[in-house]
């Protein structure tokens, strides 16, 4: 196998343990399978996010939020281009493994189709609208990457290359995912001095080797993945990975469903049926059991089964489907309610940074003798406004003219009150 372009690299300039390094000498590095397989890869560097979930509880059916702390790694530079690298072999192998599956419509995470979960929650609610009555089996898989077995990740993965065993470079690409290590950014920076307001400093590595050694691996800040599952969620190889660890899934699942005249989907951990009405419970049941093979299980509290029926000419479900952000009832689509919260919140929030901003410049300016100056509205409106480019309303107009769905633009029609009068206020 080989590459031709470079489309495989990336020019990173974050702070690691090595150096950024140019397009020439990551070329010379990953298509060298000796360096490969002696390449000593470092740990990647571990911090958190706190990401705002917005819920509706289902015993009140109220909307609530929680704080979900999200886990970010990400790879040194050189690391990085070897796994994008192979990322990049593997895909062109799995790729045509879809294609020759009859595959390609029905994976749609991690795959350059030039189309977003809007495209695709589209063709799904299009597919119920046009089987009339039927049934929408929606599963999740429970801590997805965090349970990926290692050697039946390795087997699909000689399976998808044809080969009894892993090539030595392959191998140790695969070891490196699968054996990571992992060190705290914050842990490292106190360690070793490290301003988290201006890490750079003039830094093009956050040390150097001897430094790595003495400070870092000696003083314990570095911990390994001694089990036998998970991949770290975010390196540039770990989404194909996890599209290749589910192809034997994704074969049998395809086929239960063509059999039944139903279609099959499946976006990352989101995995979608639609089937007779008689079928659905069968079908669930058996997904389950198929997964568990994979030393996988299925999210109970996010199984969505719904029906659906025609009466007098019109579609109708006995509950919204909830599928990548949007809802359908069978007449109606919708953006979810948790959405619209989430918008909000995250609007409040900007506004009222904004005005507090705008407080502390006009307390210096009258200081100064100078003039104040009233709130700047236009990056506000850039962000939380349909007048924007790239923000969730605009995201919601595009949702409302793809799926043509005037439900949408109804929803979205109040939020532009909603910041006038967050601005008011």
């Known amino acids: 196998m080989s590459t031709d372009d470079c489309q495989w690299y990336r020019n990173r300039r974050y702070l690691h343990f090595d150096h950024p390094i140019g397009v020439k000498a990551a070329r010379e590095l990953v298509t060298n399978p000796l360096r490969v397989q002696s390449h000593s890869f470092y740990p990647l560097i571990t911090y958190e996010l706190d990401s705002v979930k917005i819920f509706k509880d289902r015993a009140s059916g109220l909307i609530d939020k929680k704080i979900k702390k999200r886990p970010i790694m990400y790879a040194a530079h050189a690391d990085s281009h070897i796994y994008s690298y192979y990322a990049d072999l593997l895909s062109k192998e799995y790729e045509a493994a879809l294609l020759a599956s009859g595959l390609s419509g029905n994976i749609l995470a991690f795959r350059p189709l030039g189309k977003s979960n809007i495209d695709f929650a589209a063709q799904a609610f299009n597919d119920i609208r046009l089987m009339g009555n039927c049934a929408a089996v929606a599963l999740d898989v429970t801590a997805f990457f965090d349970n990926l077995d290692h050697e039946i990740l390795k087997d699909a993965w000689c399976g998808l290359i044809g080969e009894p065993r892993l090539p030595p470079d392959h191998y140790a690409v695969y070891k490196a995912i699968t054996k990571f290590s992992k060190v705290s950014k914050l842990e490292v920076y106190d360690k070793l001095g490290i301003s988290t307001h201006n890490p750079k400093n003039n830094r093009t590595r956050i040390c150097e080797p001897a430094e790595f050694r003495n400070v870092v691996r000696a003083g314990g800040l570095i911990s390994a993945n001694t089990d036998s599952f998970a991949i770290p969620q975010g390196s540039p190889i770990s989404a194909l990975l996890s599209n290749i660890y589910m192809f034997a899934f994704d074969e049998w699942s395809a086929d239960l469903a063509a059999s039944l005249g139903g279609e099959y989907y499946r976006y990352c951990d989101d995995i979608l049926f639609i089937v007779p009405v008689s079928e659905k419970d069968r079908v669930a049941n058996k997904a389950r059991k198929k997964i568990r093979r994979l030393e996988l299980e299925i999210n109970k509290e996010k199984v969505e089964i719904r029906t659906f029926k025609v009466i007098k000419g019109r579609q109708a479900s006995d509950k919204p489907l909830q599928y990548l952000g949007f809802t359908y009832d069978g007449e109606r689509i919708l953006i ?45 409106y850039r962000l939380y406004s349909h007048t924007g480019r790239r923000n969730f309303l605009r995201y919601g107009y595009r949702a409302a003219e793809k799926m043509n769905s005037p439900a949408i633009r109804k929803q979205l029609k109040p939020l532009w009150e909603r910041l006038q009068e967050e601005i008011e206020r």
Do not use: I, Q
């Open 336 to 380: 979810r309610s948790a959405a619209l919260a989430r918008y909000s919140e995250k609007m409040k929030r900007g506004v009222k940074f904004a005005k507090a901003t705008m407080r502390k410049r006009n307390r210096l300016r009258d200081a100064r003798g100078e003039p104040t100056k009233p709130l700047y509205r236009k990056n506000l």
